[in-house]
């Protein structure tokens, strides 16, 4: 993909970047995706969004890219982006209408400060959390604003990969404005962290690694998030509500960056928090 791109000069490898980018999103508007931009932390926010014919009989799906990715990978892109694009499109044809958010680049740091590219804010650190505040104003006034009187309101979560981490955070920081949520190929939040050493990656729009924060293990190593006990797992939010919204996940067990220990761990912890596996 364009994105992967890399030359000595870092000048010209981010304006092929820039230049991927404004193409991809032309093709998705091109393929009737409507583009939004929204202002959000003082960031300047992208969506692609698309409706069905007629109401939302389903309600809405918000979507959330992988690391180092695009909101376009999901409407625009050669053959390897077939299954996302085939996904949005169907859950259209269905009835859904699908919110595709794009992440911020360089804006995204570890504990350490240190910047870790293009990726969702999914860690949980002592800050506020840029994509928490963006993920808010989707599904508390975006997706209201726009949906008729006659749409269903249910809206559901999905994110690949950091997008899925990401995507679990806001499920459970939002429980009572979220349906249902799929995290792919993602493990826990509350207990991963990045090391964003530039040096971890030889991807240049994305850098570092993610870090199980019980065995201090990278994630893509086998049996990273296998522990006994979670002592150092972050505090997760308080939900008062009895309701607690339910999920399902989809993980390849040969994930290369992600252990399928991670996503059993992360089920564990939801099932723990009162969160209903329907897989």
């Not at 800050?127 to 997706?143: C, G």
């Not at 990401?166 to 190929?185: K, L, Y």
Request: with cysteine.
């Amino acid at each position: 993909m364009a994105f992967l791109a890399c030359t000595a000069n870092s000048t010209v490898s981010f304006a092929v970047i820039e230049h991927a980018h404004a193409d991809a999103v032309k093709s998705c508007i091109e393929e009737g995706w409507k583009p939004l931009n929204v202002q959000v932390a003082g960031q300047n926010r992208e969506i692609l969004w698309k409706r069905p014919l007629g109401k939302w009989k389903q309600g809405a799906i918000v979507v959330l890219h992988g690391d180092g990715g695009g909101h376009h990978d999901f409407c625009a892109g050669d053959d390897q982006q077939g299954p996302p694009i085939e996904f949005a499109e169907d859950a259209v044809a269905e009835g859904f209408a699908v919110f595709l958010l794009e992440s911020t680049e360089d804006v995204v740091t570890d504990a350490k400060g240190q910047n870790c590219g293009k990726g969702f804010d999914f860690s949980v650190l002592d800050r506020p959390n840029v994509d928490l505040q963006f993920i808010s104003k989707v599904v508390k006034t975006i997706i209201p604003q726009l949906s008729s009187s006659r749409s269903t309101k249910k809206i559901f979560l999905t994110g690949v990969s950091t997008g899925g981490y990401m995507a679990i955070r806001a499920a459970v920081r939002f429980n009572n404005r979220i349906t249902a949520f799929a995290p792919v190929s993602a493990g826990d939040p509350y207990g991963t962290s990045m090391n964003c050493h530039a040096t971890d990656s030889k991807r240049k729009i994305i850098v570092g690694s993610l870090i199980d924060m019980e065995t201090n293990k990278p994630t893509r190593k086998k049996n990273a998030c296998l522990s006994e006990n979670y002592s150092h797992e972050k505090d997760w939010p308080r939900i008062t509500s009895k309701h607690k919204v339910t999920f399902k996940q989809f993980h390849d067990r040969g994930d290369g960056v992600v252990d399928i220990s991670c996503m059993k761990k992360i089920k564990k912890q939801l099932q723990q928090h009162g969160y209903e596996s329907k897989g």
